[in-house]
């Protein structure tokens, strides 16, 4: 990332959304064998939300955008770009973000999604950023959006425990002032991991439709323990990175926005970065992981509860299937 730029892209609107829906622990204790307990101590989830049956992640993507245009102080017209992080587009294609432009009645400027899991939003961002700095757009809207509920597979315990649905969105703008905004990203894949975390459907393409359902090849599959470890590693060290990149030291930062996945991993996060749990922003004891979505919504929700103040410096650090994992640091305007 270029520091040579008089230019910035700032953060200047933030939005979210999630389904009114509510699933408890106690509701999943119906359906599997598990209990609050168990969900509680292992990954700090009490409930998450659940989208309707004819609500897309389009329609949640668009209300979460819809609140950040307005957050922004801009009109739909006013956005040159749109990208969207998610990996339940409401179809194979046209692009989530086509249907969000119609949704919200933006002008004919380029928009399409990109697939990194529960990486996707910072992996948008930087790309929306880069594409300012490179093009010159002035505003672009950058939505992280899922309805995991429908690649979850509610008859395994082992997973179905773990997601919720809903969106969150920023609106980035180019600014003519240098070190403002985004100050620093980094972002990277492990293809080698790709089997521990995936929707395998399409590459069994020989198998027949019926077993691909008898198998749930076409919902989430996962290696829990896998996925944990390398989480942790792969999480702290991006953090660890990161500020070492930015030349910025753990003590300014002032919040921690890290996805949203399972409370140990972020405890681990915490004790690795020497910076305490009061300056995390924490949420998914509410929502669960909601993947793309999951920074974008916490960062919200911290902007309306006051967390966040102009100046303040904040990391955002994911990691998801693929393997994929970024970072980002920002310096609120
Ligand atoms: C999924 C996760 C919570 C499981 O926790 P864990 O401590 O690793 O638990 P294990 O997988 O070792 O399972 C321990 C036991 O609990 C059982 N178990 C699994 N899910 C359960 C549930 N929902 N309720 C009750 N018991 C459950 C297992 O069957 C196992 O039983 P066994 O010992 O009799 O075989 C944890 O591995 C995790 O969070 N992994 C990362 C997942 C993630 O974040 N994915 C998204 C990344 S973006």
Redesign the pocket.
Known sequence: MSQASEKSVIISGVGSYTPSKILTNDDLSKI????DE??RT??GIRERRIAGENETTSDMASAAASEAIKNAGLKPSDIELIIVGTVTPDMRFPNTACFIQRKLGIGKVPAFDVEA??SGFLYTVEIARSLMLTSGYKHALVIGAEKLSKITNWED??TC??FGDGAGAVVLSLVDEPRVGILQSLMGADGNESDI?CVPENEQSGTAAVEKIERALHKIH?Q??Q??KI?VRVMCQSAVDILEKANISAEDISLVIP?Q??N??IEALSQRLGIGMDRFKINLDRYG?T?AASIPIALDEAYRNGRIKSGDTILMVA???GLTWAAMVIKWQ
């Open positions: 599997v064998e598990t209990s168990w969900i292992r990954t899991a529960c315990r082992t425990v773990l975390l996962m829990g323990n996925v944990f989480a996805h996945a399972n140990r991993i992981n993947s990691f998801g299937g």
